[in-house]
């Protein structure tokens, strides 16, 4: 960071800027629309080297949402008129080129993977999730409405994906990838989809891959998933507190329970060794402090990383107007931070250990940030 910007500074303005977003005076994308995580972002740098996946918003919704002015001062920077009249500065990522290419199958690269962060190749394998079958589905996600809209296809193949790899790398923007899969109602979780998938990449590459999967019925699932080449795991269980967790996730909540999802992090930590393993944590869905600090301890104490993202409503989802309690408490989302970030220090855990996937992209989180204030 710069010498006069301090590590409470740069933690205040991308937490502000990740739960409040953004609002171009000029129009401009908005973003991936759909998908089954964070959606409608633009990623900027913050301090010239801090990627924020800041939520674009217009009109209304920016008004609710207390969303941030970008003020241009030149093509890809602008002006920020923060909290207590503080001002600063950021810069828009430029969307990478091969977005305008196609494959030789004519299927346009960006519907295969995109970039997340500055270097981080992202694709969904199975832009299908087997709970919207049964009406279980998470509230919160719309990974049917990227392929509902023409934005993606339904099933990535590893030729198809290594054709995007080599495009986005000569353009260096591939140093690690983050797979990601629709739920399917098997016993391995997309365990098998991921392991073929990564397979036939390890033919060609060594880049770090993370996947992402509920727990499977067996854990063995883990050790073939790091035989084929997987680096980094998340089991994401989105919602400590039960009650919450069924409401907003009926077939994760069906599937799997909290001493499920312990058995699944400790079995993944002897595979992928500590601080390799994570889980998604959303904020501003009715969890209170306390119930999050003992959940992110119970957590840590695995030798897992919870990875705290303040949730954004997902156009196409059943909460896309839901607005989240911590619009209203800022200083509240950062004391989350730096609780987590404090039991991750006292146990030895750096976030930046992590080889591959969201925790190294940074982007939808301040975990990091929260880190380096702790450490201080």
């Known amino acids: 960071m710069s010498p006069q910007t301090s590590a409470q500074d740069i933690l205040k303005r991308k937490v502000a800027m990740l739960t409040r977003g953004v609002h171009f005076l000029t129009e401009e994308d908005t973003g991936r629309k759909g998908g089954a995580g964070p959606t409608l972002g633009r990623y900027f740098l913050l301090d ?15 008004n609710e949402f207390h969303s941030l002015a970008l003020k241009p ?18 810069t828009l990522v ?13 299927t346009p690269m960006s519907h295969i993977a995109l970039v ?7 694709t969904t394998l199975v832009q299908h999730c087997d709970y919207f079958n049964e009406g279980l589905e998470c509230l919160f996600c719309s990974i049917p409405v990227s392929l509902e809209l023409g934005r993606t296809t339904l099933r990535k193949s590893p030729e ?10 000569q353009e260096g923007r591939a140093s690690h990838l983050t797979l990601t899969i629709g739920s399917p109602k098997r016993p391995d979780r997309g365990a098998m989809d991921y392991i073929e ?4 990449l390890r033919q060609h590459s060594d880049i770090p891959i993370h996947v992402q999967l509920e727990p499977p019925k067996s854990f063995n699932q883990f050790r073939a998933l790091k035989e084929a080449g997987v680096d980094t795991v998340g089991i994401h269980l989105e919602i400590y507190d039960d009650t919450l967790r069924k409401k907003y996730c009926p077939g994760k909540f069906q599937h799997a329970s909290f001493s499920d999802y312990l058995g699944a992090w400790r079995s993944a930590v002897t595979f992928f060794g500590r601080g390799q ?3 998604f944590i959303l904020l501003g869905l009715g969890e209170t402090p306390e ?17 705290p993202v303040p949730y954004r409503p997902n156009p196409g989802s059943h909460l896309e107007r839901h607005i989240p309690p911590y619009v209203h408490n800022l200083n509240k989302i950062i004391d989350v931070y730096l609780d987590c970030a404090q039991l991750l220090y006292d146990h030895d855990l750096d976030p930046s250990i992590h080889r591959a996937g969201c925790i190294r992209c940074g982007g939808c989180t301040a975990l990091q940030e929260a880190y380096e204030v702790i450490k201080t």
């Open 94 to 106: 430029h969307i990478p080129h091969y977005y305008q290419y196609q494959l030789d199958d004519g």
């Open 116 to 122: 997340h962060g500055i270097d981080c190749l992202a």
């Open 160 to 169: 198809q994906f290594l054709q995007v790899l080599e495009a986005s790398q």
């Open 48 to 62: 010239e080297k801090i990627v924020v996946n800041a939520p674009v918003r217009s009109n209304q919704q920016a």
């Open 291 to 307: 119930q999050l600090y003992q959940g992110f301890k119970t957590t840590i104490e695995t030798e897992v990383i919870p990875v």
């Open 73 to 90: 001062i030149s093509e890809n920077r602008f002006q920020i008129n923060n909290l207590d009249n503080e001002v600063f500065e950021v």
């Open 277 to 279: 393993v994570s889980t």
């Open 197 to 200: 998938f990564v397979s036939k």
